[in-house]
């Protein structure tokens, strides 16, 4: 069973930048297609970023697309999520997972979930 750490997270002023990480634990991280997910305060957790286990494919909310980047190091056993031009509404709980079928967008598409990070951007 995997494990996934979310680490990263702070307080940032608008049109500041902050990367998370997503480690995991196990040997077969390199096989995981991963998703990020984000939950504001009274909102469903929704879509952020999806990055299938060769990383060759990316997908992104529109929400966040030009300004967040994924990527995955293999070799680290660790998922990244760049995010640069920060915005007040990006404010919430990070969180990572692992893809285990259905519509990428959906978050019972994915299991395995990390305790989140938390993000918090000031205008």
């Known amino acids: 069973q995997v494990e996934l750490v979310e680490s990263g997270g702070g307080l940032v002023q608008a049109g500041g930048s902050l990367r998370l990480s997503c480690a995991a634990s196990?040997?077969?991280?390199?096989?995981?297609?991963m998703g990020w997910f984000r939950q504001a305060p009274g909102k469903e957790r929704e879509f952020v970023s999806h990055i299938t286990w060769t990383a060759r494919a990316t997908y992104y909310a529109d929400s966040v697309k030009g300004r967040f980047t994924i990527s995955k190091d293999n070799a680290k056993n660790t998922m990244y999520l760049q995010m640069n031009s920060l915005k007040p509404e990006d404010t919430a709980v990070y969180y990572c997972?692992?893809?285990?079928?259905?519509?990428?967008?959906?978050?019972?598409?994915?299991?395995?979930w990390g305790q989140g990070t938390q993000v918090t951007v000031s205008s």
């Open positions: 997972a692992v893809f285990t079928g259905g519509p990428i967008y959906n978050t019972d598409s994915y299991g395995a």
């Open positions: 196990g040997r077969t991280f390199s096989a995981y297609t």
